[in-house]
């Protein structure tokens, strides 16, 4: 969707992290969703690495 | 005192969330220091600089929350401190009075919103790219908030959006406003005719703000972040952005904001403007106002320079240079008087205290090169405050900087750290005081009622010398925003401090004032 498509849309906001952004959409009307978000792996950084590549395994 | 350390495995929260919540703990009795965080690479080198780590911090990964505090134990416990931590966190909880359903990854997410078309990122730097990624090969358009994201991913994202046709505003992109929907930090404003495109935050919430006090609106308001129009990014957003705006059937004019752009990028810039069926206002703040005519552009010399002529191009109106006040020249010089009489012959200094990065910078630069201001954000290098002489001279901080903000929230989110620097920074020595009261989605929810009791404060100190300050301010934000306008301009008044209808008035009147000390005006009651 190009970005003139999405001016002519309604917004609909994923929110990954500060849950104030979400609930200030939320109270605006906003359709919203927040993401339970924690960093994949543990955060760690070469189990993060090792599931980038799987990832790019699997789309190819 | 003992350092102590509970951990909690595989409990995540958000930074902003922990850094408030640190900030509670410190006012405990017997807490004498105390940080909330993730196990990151940052959280615990921090815990290490401030002597709180333990042996413990070994086992921490990412995903587990730690608390570590230096305790008088005859005063109270790390259970009571956990207890406390347990209750602020519930309340928070509460007060968001939600249980709505939060799935857990970005896909199913998209899955849950059918009709999705932006992700809002905000999540720790270092894992911000990957999301992102994603989020645009799903075909979304991203609003990047994160910082600390390596250049090279900036650059590689931004192609990706631009290849597919998306948005990609950011990193370290802090306002937007999507089809009158503000993002992250931004005041509400009414909709209108005119879009900007913006490389600095609250460079454009000014902007924006000072359109709709003019009565026009804006149309979308598009981020870029800091870094969009240097060399290694080549201005991929504010292009996207500008060519965005120009096939945008409802956007009449185009405003643009930036630092003055690497030369390359502006030449791009020009390129398009030159073309541009409609009218474009650039505000390059301190740029080449020769190459932005030459474009065929309107150049500005403020950001509230910047929406005075968008205004009046769109009405049709003649325009010139916005060089002076709202208020008569002769209410000004009263002003200038009246507050210039209530100094010391040996009150000589400014202190600049900023929240906003951008408004620091525009004052520094109308100030101009008769005065010698020492910054974080220094305008020459030997301007740099650690060259500040004895702790004496002019000073002008960005205090949303990182030397700032390690470990705690952003001063427009909590006012703490301004409040520390009015205590630390202000002396009997300090002449005029000159701040932004940043208003809107995302700010803190009283910031003209902390900055009026700092300045109670500093006046009820400066009095058993026999002293006063002058305090100027100016205030970002409209009547349409929650913590609103009016009710910010009546709470500063009523701390006696002045406020201006834009930045760089404020800045005006405070040089205004500094030039009538000059003259003498000290000792005059």
Not at chain 2, 279 to 288: A, C, E, N, R, T
Not at chain 2, 435 to 455: I, M, N, Q, R, T
Not at chain 2, 471 to 486: K, M, W, Y
């Amino acid at each position: 969707m190009s970005v003139n498509d999405l001016f002519k849309q309604e917004l609909k906001v994923v929110n990954l992290g500060l849950k104030s952004f979400y609930s200030d959409l939320k109270s605006q009307g906003v359709t919203t969703v927040q993401v339970n978000w924690k960093p994949k792996a543990g955060g760690k950084k070469n189990m993060l690495s090792l599931l980038s590549k799987i990832n790019k395994v699997k789309q190819s | 005192m003992t350092i102590q350390t509970s951990i909690k495995k595989n409990a995540y929260y958000d930074s902003v969330t922990l850094m408030l919540l640190s900030r509670q703990l410190q006012e405990l009795a017997g807490v004498e220091d105390v940080l909330v965080g993730m196990g990151t690479d940052l959280n615990l080198d921090l815990a290490k600089d401030l002597g709180l780590a333990t042996g413990e911090f070994d086992t921490l990964t990412p995903n587990d929350l730690f608390i570590a505090a230096k305790i008088d134990e005859a005063q109270i416990s790390m259970k009571a401190v956990e207890d406390a931590f347990n209750a602020y966190l519930n309340k928070n909880a509460e007060s968001d009075s939600d249980e709505d359903y939060q799935p857990t990854s970005l896909s199913s997410a998209i899955q849950a919103l059918p009709g999705a078309n932006m992700v809002l990122v905000s999540v720790p730097g270092q894992y911000a790219a990957a999301e992102v990624e994603d989020a645009l090969d799903a075909g979304l358009h991203v609003m990047l908030f994160s910082d600390n994201v390596p250049v090279e991913d900036e650059l590689r994202l931004k192609q990706k959006a631009v290849e597919k046709g998306l948005l990609m505003m950011g990193p370290d992109c802090g306002t937007a406003i999507i089809n009158g929907i503000p993002l992250c930090f931004a005041n509400a404003v009414r909709r209108g005719k005119i879009g900007v495109v913006g490389a600095s935050g609250t460079g454009t919430q000014e902007v924006t703000v000072q359109i709709h006090k003019l009565g026009e609106g804006l149309s979308q308001v598009i981020g870029t972040g800091g870094r969009d129009l240097k060399e290694q990014i080549g201005g991929l957003m504010m292009i996207q952005g500008f060519e965005s705006l120009i096939a945008d059937p409802e956007t009449e004019l185009i405003v643009l904001i930036s630092k003055p752009p690497d030369p390359s990028v502006a030449e791009k810039i020009y390129q398009i403007a030159k073309s541009s069926p409609k009218p474009v206002v650039i505000d390059f703040i301190g740029g080449d106002r020769a190459a932005i005519e030459a474009a065929g552009a309107i150049p500005c010399i403020s950001l509230e320079d910047a929406a005075q002529k968008a205004v009046k191009v769109l009405r049709g109106r003649e325009y010139e240079d916005f060089t002076g006040f709202s208020l008569p020249e002769e209410q000004i010089e009263q002003v200038v008087e009246k507050e210039a009489a209530k100094l010391k012959s040996d009150q000589t200094e400014l202190r600049a205290l900023f929240t906003g990065g951008t408004l620091a910078d525009e004052a520094m630069k109308l100030l101009g090169d008769h005065y010698e201001i020492y910054s974080n954000i220094p305008l020459s290098p030997e301007m740099a405050i650690e060259n500040l002489p004895e702790g004496r001279g002019h000073i002008c901080l960005d205090l949303g900087e990182d030397e700032f903000t390690r470990g705690r929230p952003h001063p427009m989110i909590d006012p703490q750290t301004r409040t520390e620097f009015f205590e630390s920074h202000v002396d009997e020595k300090t002449a005029v005081i000159l701040v932004d009261v940043v208003l809107g989605f995302g700010s803190y929810k009283d910031p003209a009622g902390a900055v009026a009791d700092s300045v109670r404060e500093i006046r009820q100190r400066l009095s058993t010398q026999g002293r006063d300050v002058v305090v100027i301010a100016s205030v970002c934000g409209t009547e349409l925003d929650s913590q609103d306008l009016n009710k910010s301009i009546a709470t500063l008044e009523a701390a006696g401090i002045i406020v201006l209808p834009s930045n760089a008035q404020a800045v005006r009147l405070t040089d205004k004032v500094m030039q009538r000390i000059k003259k003498g005006a000290g000792d005059v009651r």
